[in-house]
Every structure is written in structure tokens, then in C-alpha cells.
């Protein structure tokens, strides 16, 4: 906070963006798509613990995890309705809480105590991402629908597998959970080192690119 008393032309202006390991220097106020890289991007969500590190296992499980994880069950969910998810929306999926390299993952009970205006933060962060990787700055309600449905999902299978809840609590919570079979479960439910958490994430973004016509 400014002292009053500091004359206006020797107050210390307030630094709002923050410097990237690629050297980028990412603006929080009004990002720029040329400042975003994806290297950036899986470097942080690696990092970044869900459930404030409440989970089991010898790493965190990241958000960089997740975020591959929700890809995953995003297609599950579609193929039992018989149906295919668009390329674009798949790396939609994957770069949905793309925002949490630089503002960190805030748990939900948090996010209620301290009320919405973390969310237009967050919102132009995004905005700024989904121009970077050719997305539309607002995404549309059904793809917007979809994310939440794989967040969700894979909100209760990581609840219930990693962060201590029962399954009637996770589901009052969470909802319906997407069901995995054993091996994607003991694969993308063990939480992974940061290193391998930003290789896989980034290997999956390279595959979802190269899919582009």
C-alpha cells in the first residue's frame, strides 16, 4: 500500500506481470498472446499441486496431470455417447486451466471465501492462451459444458483415489464419475514427477498440433 504521505512522482509503481523461464514477461493485466509459450505453460502446471498437495503419493499430483487426465476422460465420455470430439476442443481440454501457470490452482472453498474477481484474471489469461494456440478467446457454452463434465469427473477420481474422500461424499461433490479401466487408472491416477508431468503434458499437446490439416 502507497503512503499517503509519498508524493505521487516518487510512489514505486506496481509490477504486474511476471517473468518467464523462456524470457517472456507476461503482462496479468492485459496478456499477450506473443507472450504465452507452451514450454512456459507445462514448465508451471507441473509444478502446481491440486488439493493444496492434500494427495497421496510421492509427488504432488499436478495440474499439469490433470489437465491430460481431463483430455482423457473428455473423449471417454464422448465415445459411450457414440460419438468424437473435434481437435480444437480436445486441445481446449487440454489447456483449460492453462491460467494456473501463473495465478496457481485455488482450491474451490477458497475461491468462495474470497469472491470473483480472481475469475476476470483468470478469464483474460485464458482468453489470451486460446488466441496463442488458435482457439477462440471465448469459448462457446457446449465446449464450456463439456470441460466441466471431464473436470468434474476427474475431480471425483482423484478425490476418492488421492485425496482422502469417500465415494458418497465425492459424488455429492463431484457427480457421476467417468469409469477408467485398471490400467489408465494406475497410470494416470499415480501421481507423476514434475518431470514427467510436463513431458507428457507437452507430448500431448504436440499430438493434438500435428492432427491439424
Not at 508451471?44 to 510421492?58: F, P, Y
Not at 475431480?155 to 458418497?168: D, H, I, N, Q, Y
Request: proline content about 7%; aromatic content about 8%; overall charge neutral.
Amino acid at each position: 500500500m502507497i503512503d499517503p504521505a509519498t508524493p505521487a512522482s516518487t510512489a514505486k509503481p506496481l509490477r504486474a506481470w511476471q517473468r518467464m523461464l523462456s524470457g517472456r514477461r507476461l503482462d496479468l493485466i492485459n496478456p499477450s498472446p506473443l507472450d504465452i509459450e507452451i514450454e512456459d505453460i507445462a514448465h508451471g502446471l507441473a509444478r502446481v499441486a491440486r488439493w493444496n498437495g492434500q494427495t497421496r503419493g510421492e509427488h504432488i499430483f499436478s495440474v499439469a496431470q490433470h489437465s491430460v487426465l481431463v483430455e482423457l476422460i473428455a473423449r471417454r465420455q464422448a465415445a459411450l455417447r457414440g460419438a468424437d470430439i473435434d481437435r480444437r476442443w480436445r486441445l481446449a481440454m487440454l489447456l483449460h486451466d492453462a491460467p494456473e501457470y501463473v495465478v496457481g490452482d485455488m482450491i474451490s472453498p477458497f475461491k468462495a471465501v474470497i469472491g470473483g474477481d480472481y475469475k476476470a484474471v483468470e478469464a483474460r489469461l485464458l482468453a489470451a492462451v486460446s488466441l496463442r494456440f488458435g482457439l477462440p478467446p471465448h469459448w462457446p457454452a457446449t465446449l464450456v459444458a463439456r470441460v466441466k463434465a471431464a473436470d468434474r469427473a476427474s475431480a471425483f477420481l482423484e478425490a476418492t483415489r488421492l485425496a482422502g474422500f469417500e465415494s458418497a461424499e465425492a459424488r455429492r461433490f463431484f457427480g457421476t464419475p467417468c469409469p477408467l479401466d485398471s490400467a489408465d487408472e494406475r497410470d494416470y491416477l499415480t501421481p507423476w514427477s514434475a518431470d514427467e508431468a510436463k513431458a507428457r503434458f507437452l507430448a500431448r499437446f504436440q499430438e493434438l498440433v500435428a492432427e491439424a490439416p
